[in-house]
């Protein structure tokens, strides 16, 4: 045997690790070699959910197997054990997920050499004798083994390349101070991402992999837990592991690099500290010591000069906080990250990372005054920061602070063309050449997203979104939304849970997609965020529009509003009302459209308004009052305060200018058309189409389909004045062929409905009555009686 093998021991079995063995009792049992390392896999991870694709990937790495292989092993291995799949003693099947191992393991080290027996005739003389030449014996052995260590290591500088992954421990904190638990850490991972040459793995994806082992997402991460994080991970390269101590009035700090597969420590470094001050400005020493040792180029070091604390912070409580807002950022809980985060610019009023995080804070509460202000006084402190710092930080106020999208792509692109493995970095780029119009930068840039974070639910829930608005694609967005699921089943968003529904709407299952809605409002829907108990409700009001049940419809957008009421840091109560006002006005309550819609242009400012006033300007032109809603068009065009949205958007100037070019174009090809002007009125209809193309909805915008269908629908009924049927029809179809939009699109679906109905009546103007009579089948089959 090996020096240092493992047995573990179950029930009346004994496991012998790297001999391929399993006994009971005197028995030994054969294993193939194949079925042994799936259950030491088993083993290995006793008590926790093994995923089948855990198995097949760590088992059958580079080699092609399917599920029905691993159930053969699973068959084996219960065989060798006696173990009932039904009543089981030792592996749990969970079904469509994986497997567990049940039965407690105990786990011995055994070492190489066996214990020295006396024979009769042994006497003292040779037991000296004996004991010397062991001695000299195990001194060579130690020797030999430790010439080997340092031929290994350092010649090969343990396989550490430039761009490898280290992943860093919470540090072991013995000094009974709070202050340490996070703070440590943080400064270490910021002081070492400096680097051009190490890549540190950052939080997220830490949270990603505990999230698939199932454990608690504030687990301390210490060196064996790192291991095993590395090793599930596969790819992160060295583990470094932290820890503090205090002696009387004095501390030590002390790192050490460990070979992850071997559990070695490569190299330990450690110093004494005489007080805290003096904590940061030694991590930064470190920093470099281990950045040297990872065989970084000493040309970098002349650009870290300046230590941590003179650039990013010198307070270890702003710090400390600073890391417990990052980690509530992690799991969407933005009201403890706010607070956190504010008690951390408290401390340091020039920490300029704080504020910048802050910022997206406010945007995810929808306070857009706030989160300008905190991005802009983040890019002012900016100035003595390291780039990695600095240009994340220029960007994140460009793009979401002044809403200037090229202006943030140009500080994102100096940022990754020094740190190309930056996650952030590479998801706002994205998103801001997703704003700027830009969609194959935006997947080129989404796609190294998802290689640096594979696991992250997030990513495959946006991949989802892509495929369903840009691709059309529903059977790939159901794939990445069950993906989504898969990583995370408590997902805290609304549409993941939706997306089958929404299936089975877009084929006309109405009674599974009604089921599906049913299950969730019984089940899912409280246990969401509570923002997302709230936008779930309008998504859910477009199913019961789709089908013609307003009264559905109407109930829950108004428990959206008793929601919003409840909650009101979200700002979101402008909105939920514009979506009921606007529902009013698609099922003839025009009274109440008119009430609630005039109070949402009193109450609320910028984009909000924008928007009421813009539908009720449309409404007062289509209804033959010009003179009035010419008077409401000067209002919202002197509307420039920038107001809360309900999610993350992009930089919201622009989309208020949008918003308000598009709305005038509406007006003025309503007039035109009043007028009988029709070639004026086709050319203002163009211009609003032209301005929000399909390609834009809705993902990361604030504006949305609504208008752009209500200028196809003014557009084709000019085409039907004018006896253009072909034209009236191709309008009409555009509505049609953009069914995708109707989910998420306030009172789309009945307007997407409708569009059914005056296709078929154009159809029949036409003299093609089998294709006018498909689109009235098709209406009457959505029961929709109005």
């Not at 030994?28 to 079925?35: E, F, G, I, S």
């Not at 599930?232 to 790192?255: A, C, E, F, M, P």
């Not at 460990?258 to 500290?273: A, D, H, L, T």
């Not at 019961?544 to 909650?567: C, H, M, N, P, R």
Request: proline letters at 3%; charged letters at 25%.
């Amino acid at each position: 045997m090996n020096q240092d093998a493992k047995i573990y021991k179950f029930g009346n079995f004994t496991f012998g690790v790297k001999e391929y063995y399993l006994s009971k009792g005197k028995e030994k049992l054969y294993l193939r070699p194949k079925t042994y390392e799936t259950l030491l896999y088993l083993i290995e991870h006793h008590g926790n959910l093994v995923k089948k694709d855990d198995i097949l990937e760590n088992v059958w790495s580079g080699t092609f197997v399917t599920e029905n292989t691993l159930t053969q092993c699973i068959k084996e291995i219960r065989e060798k054990l006696d173990d009932d799949a039904a009543n089981p003693r030792y592996i749990k099947t969970i079904p469509r997920l994986g497997y567990k191992f049940i039965a407690p393991v105990k786990e011995e080290v055994i070492g190489q050499f066996l214990p020295y027996k006396k024979s009769k005739h042994f006497s003292s003389k040779n037991s000296r004798s004996s004991k010397k030449k062991i001695s000299i014996f195990l001194l060579a052995v130690l020797l030999v083994a430790a010439i080997i260590f340092l031929i290994r290591y350092s010649e090969s500088g343990f396989n550490f390349a430039e761009r490898n992954w280290v992943l860093i421990t919470d540090f072991d904190n013995q000094t009974g101070e709070e202050v340490f638990e996070s703070a440590l850490r943080t400064a270490l991972e910021m002081e070492l991402s400096n680097s051009e040459y190490v890549n540190v793995v950052p939080r997220g994806r830490v949270h990603d992999i505990l999230n698939l082992m199932r454990e608690e997402p504030d687990k301390k991460i210490d060196r064996d837990l790192g291991r095993e994080i590395m090793l599930r991970d596969g790819n992160i390269q060295i583990l470094l592991s932290g820890s503090i101590y205090k002696i009387g009035n004095t501390y030590s700090l002390s790192l050490a690099l460990i070979e992850p597969v071997k559990n070695i420590i490569i190299k330990s470094f450690s110093q004494g500290i005489n007080n805290r001050q003096e904590i940061l400005p030694v991590i930064s020493k470190l920093a470099i010591s281990i950045r040297r040792e990872l065989g970084e180029s000493l040309k970098n070091f002349p650009k870290v000069e300046v230590p941590f604390e003179k650039v990013t912070t010198a307070s270890l409580k702003a710090l400390n906080f600073y890391s417990k807002g990052v980690y509530y950022i992690n799991l969407f809980n933005m009201d403890r990250a706010e607070y956190f985060l504010n008690q951390a610019v408290q401390y340091d009023t020039t920490f300029a990372m704080g504020y910048t995080l802050l910022g997206f804070v406010d945007l995810w509460h929808s306070d857009l005054p706030k989160g300008k202000a905190d991005f802009e006084r983040a890019a002012k402190l900016a100035i003595n920061l390291s780039d990695r710092e600095k240009f994340f930080i220029l960007g994140s106020n460009a793009m979401y602070g002044t809403g200037d999208y090229k202006k943030g792509i140009e500080y994102y692109e100096l940022l990754l063309d020094v740190y190309p493995d930056d996650y952030w970095g590479n998801e706002n780029i994205s998103l801001a050449y997703l704003g700027n119009g830009d969609i194959k930068q935006y997947r080129k840039y989404k796609k190294i997203c998802e290689n640096l974070r594979p696991n992250y639910f997030i990513n495959h829930s946006d991949k989802g979104l892509f495929s369903l608005y840009y691709d059309r694609n529903i059977d790939e967005a159901n794939k990445e939304f069950s993906r989504a699921l898969e990583l995370n089943p408590d997902y805290p968003f609304e549409f993941v849970y939706l997306i089958g529904a929404f299936l089975d709407w877009m084929h006309e299952d109405f009674d599974s997609a009604n089921t599906k809605i049913s299950d969730f409002l019984s089940f899912r829907i409280n246990k969401l965020i509570p923002m997302s108990q709230i936008t779930s409700r309008w998504y859910l009001s477009h199913f019961f529009l789709f089908e013609g049940k307003y009264d559905e419809a109407v109930k829950l957008l108004e428990e959206s509003i008793t929601l919003s009421k409840q909650l009101p840091k979200s700002k979101l109560l402008p909105w939920a009302q514009l979506e009921l006002a606007l529902v009013y006005w698609e099922i003839g309550r025009t009274e109440q459209f008119k009430s609630l819609i005039k109070s949402i242009s009193d109450n609320s400012v910028g984009m909000t308004r924008v928007k009421a006033l813009g539908w009720l300007t449309i409404w007062y032109a289509q209804t033959g009052n010009i003179d009035y809603a010419k008077k409401l068009l000067d209002e919202l065009k002197n509307e420039n305060r920038l107001a809360p949205v309900g999610i993350i958007q992009v930089p919201i100037p622009n989309e208020l200018k949008k918003a308000k070019l598009a709305f005038s174009y509406q007006l003025e090809g309503e007039i035109a058309n009043a007028n009988s002007d029709y070639k004026k009125a086709i050319d203002y209809f163009k211009k609003v189409i032209k301005l929000v193309p399909s390609s834009e909805l809705p993902i990361l915008t604030a504006f949305d389909s609504r208008i752009r269908w209500t200028a196809l629908k003014s557009l084709a009924r000019v085409y039907e004045n004018m006896g253009n049927w072909d034209s009236a029809i191709a309008a009409y179809q555009k509505i049609i062929d953009e069914k995708t939009s109707t989910i998420t699109v306030p009172a789309a679906s009945s307007i997407w409905v409708k569009s059914l109905l005056s296709m078929s009546e154009v159809l029949e103007k036409q003299g093609n009555y089998t294709k006018a009579k498909f689109y009235q089948e098709k209406y009457r089959r959505l029961r929709i009686d109005e």
